[in-house]
């Protein structure tokens, strides 16, 4: 194609299809992510709640995620936290209300995505490595999100202290960040 020639408007068709290759792939995601979960059930465990990429159980917490190295390249990893294991939770919220649950624990070993290189001040490249935890937060859509309801319960009924109540603000307003920085310019 020429620089001089513009390329034509996709119809009506080409982005139908798009949309549905789209959907396909989002589905085979989501089949995997399952499956993940569910070959990590032992024998006679009780699922209690499932939710995209959340499991409960009656003895434990499965939760599962995807690291992207590439377009091409993803791998799925996941972690598992008993109850017995969680030392304190916090329920907070976000800015715009909606639930988020913060549990401590003892120290897990979870495989995440880090830079490959690193050399003074420049980073480059993807790879995968075991980064070791001591806590995970949960993201919740609402307060009546069976997940979210269900690993509450399980904790209280485990007995497991509760820490207090937090709540993530936005950044503040412009006038705040601006302030101190006010620059007269001279012509």
């Given at each position: ?41 032992g024998?006679?465990e ?20 995807r ?100 709540k ?15 620059v007269?310019?001279?012509?």
């Amino acid at each position: 194609m020429d620089a001089n020639e513009v390329e034509p408007p996709t119809t009506r068709r080409a982005e139908r299809r798009r949309r549905r290759e789209y959907r396909e792939a989002r589905r085979r995601q989501e089949g995997q992510r399952d499956a993940l979960l569910r070959a990590q059930l032992g024998p006679g465990e009780g699922v209690l709640a499932n939710r995209l990429g959340i499991m409960v159980t009656d003895h434990r917490i499965l939760f599962v995620w995807r690291l992207v190295l590439t377009q091409e390249e993803s791998i799925w990893t996941f972690d598992s936290l008993g109850y017995q294991e969680v030392t304190r939770w916090f329920i907070g919220r976000r800015h715009d209300d909606r639930p988020l649950l913060r549990l401590d624990h003892a120290t897990h070993v979870r495989r995440e995505r880090v830079v490959a290189h690193n050399i003074l001040s420049f980073h480059w490249g993807n790879t995968v490595a075991d980064v070791p935890h001591d806590s995970v937060t949960l993201a919740f859509s609402n307060d009546r999100d069976g997940v979210f309801r269900a690993i509450c319960g399980c904790l209280q009924n485990e007995s497991v202290p509760r820490g207090a109540d937090f709540k993530v603000a936005l950044p503040d307003d412009r006038q705040a960040k601006t302030q101190g920085r006010i620059v007269y310019l001279r012509r």
